[in-house]
């Protein structure tokens, strides 16, 4: 896949910030993990991981300076204020900037990556929205930072990459109670499947809580990682089908210098 252009997905709700939501197109990764493997913390060469990253970064902003985390499906936020060597990432499962030239990168391989800005103020934020995540919270937790760095909420607008869709995302009836007994309305976001089991649109989920906490806009890509082997890594994919490992998928935000 390394002769392959990288495929760079862009939001209309976040334009004109250098974003964008990559697959696993154009890199130098080979075997289960062909492509352009990110994951740092995967089975695959790490000298190639780490190309991987660097064409990345430069096919949404040239220059900057990538920032992620040690993602662990927490609610927890980091507001960045400079470069975070890869061997020092905390761990947590967002971030917000308003500093030119860094640029925030989110890891999935099926949990949804959500980034968002505010424009205006110059103040961007990533968010790893896995179930765990986005039921504990993660979303709201990063538009709360983004208002403390000075984002008017309802400026603020967010978009919601490639992450495993309701027709794609099986669970057991344990899973739909858990989010039922958060809220009632949760039901909306389950539809019937083989007995005792339901299908889950966490992309619905996620733009639900990012709506109810009164931003500006929101926007949903619609994009399923699950079917699609040649452009997005799947876990759940790599586990139906036995493989030893599998890798991850990039989306990206930040502030030109």
Known sequence: MSD?????????????????????????????????????GSEDDRDAVLENRRRAAEAVLSGAELVTVHQVHSPDVVTVTGPIPLEDRPHADAMVTDRPGLLLGILTADCAPVLLADAQAGIVGAAHAGWKGAIGGVTDKTIDAMVALGAARDRITAAIGPCIARASYEVDAGFARRFQEHDPEN??????????HFQFDLEGYVASRLAAAGIGRVEMLGLDTYPDDGRFYSFRRATHRGDPGYGRQISLIGLPA
Request: charged share 15%.
């Open 4 to 40: 392959q252009v990288i495929d760079v997905f862009t939001a209309t709700a976040l334009t004109p910030l250098p974003h964008g939501f990559l697959g696993r197109r154009g890199g130098v990764s080979t075997g289960i993990h062909a492509g352009l493997n990110v994951g740092v």
């Open 187 to 196: 039901e909306r976001f389950f539809s019937a499947g083989r007995p005792d």
